[in-house]
């Protein structure tokens, strides 16, 4: 990390949850198909210098509904228990656009929402007559979105691109074909939220792909990126797995198993 970009604080928050196995989350299953593997759901938080920025929005409750997820509170809900007014957050970072990580958009009034020129294109055009590519995707989001983008609102990346000093976002693709990543200069060096980059830090280590991707190599060699983008292998947030609670200390006693500080 450069010595003269003042340092970050990192914040994942976790919104929803759903009871799963080992077999869903490795692309060709698992030996131990149908052992627990539980997914969580997280809205991340980046404060500092350049004010605060979110990363994703989470979805609410017709999502969750229609597709059997346990929402435990809004994106705005978790973000106000460490400080965060949604209402007041003026930078969104979407990772890409399933409906997990766009689905409460609307909950960020004032935003301008930061997006890959690839992703946009990628959920609004010929891809999306798939049903394996368009199941993950809800059409009501994308039909806003693109309503935000006529409004002014959405802020395109065409790759890597800095957002301030310190904060910038990479272009991997792979599980969709815009996804980026979020890079950020902390207190402990570079940390990579790197979302659905990789679901669990099993996916990474491994070197096992998730199921739901647009094209597999570039999945694989996503991993890699993260790694190279990240301090070190304690610097990189998978974007679903319970562990990431357990191995960051609680923002504070009462936000146990709700909100970690990540740096």
């Known amino acids: 990390m450069p010595d003269d970009v003042a340092p970050y604080q990192v914040f994942a928050v976790k919104y929803a949850e759903r009871q799963a ?21 997280f809205v991340w938080a980046v404060t500092g210098p350049a004010g605060t920025w979110v990363v994703d929005t989470g979805f609410g409750t017709v999502d969750a509904e229609r597709r059997h997820r346990t929402l435990l509170r809004t994106a705005a809900d978790g973000l106000a228990l460490i400080g965060v007014d949604a209402g007041t957050v003026d930078d969104v970072i979407i990772t890409h656009l399933h409906y997990d990580h ?18 946009v294109a990628f959920a609004t055009g010929r891809h999306m007559t798939d049903p394996s590519q368009q199941h993950a995707f809800t059409a009501t989001h994308i039909a806003d979105f693109v309503i935000a983008v006529h409004g002014g609102r959405v802020v395109f990346h065409d790759g890597d691109a800095e957002l301030a000093p310190g904060l910038s ?4 693709g792979g599980h969709t074909d815009g996804l980026q990543v979020v890079r950020v200069a902390t ?11 990789t679901h669990y830090y099993e996916n990474i280590e491994q070197r096992r792909p998730f199921p739901i991707a647009f094209d597999v190599d570039t999945m694989v060699a996503g991993f890699a990126r993260v790694e190279q983008l990240a301090s070190g292998p304690d610097m990189y947030i998978p974007g679903h797995d319970p562990e990431v609670l357990e191995r960051y200390d609680p ?13």
Do not use: T
Not at 102 to 119: I, K, L, M
Not at 187 to 197: I, M, N, R
Not at 251 to 263: M, S
């Open 251 to 263: 923002v504070n006693h009462d936000l146990e198993g709700i909100a970690a500080r990540l740096a």
């Open 102 to 119: 766009v689905g409460g958009f609307d909950q960020f009034p004032r935003a301008r929402f930061h997006v890959q020129d690839r992703e």
């Open 169 to 172: 976002v990479h272009h991997l």
């Open 21 to 41: 196995v080992r077999g869903e989350h490795f692309l060709g299953g698992d030996p131990h198909h149908d052992v627990s593997m539980p997914m969580d759901y």
């Open 187 to 197: 207190e402990q060096g570079w940390l990579v939220l790197a979302s659905d980059a």
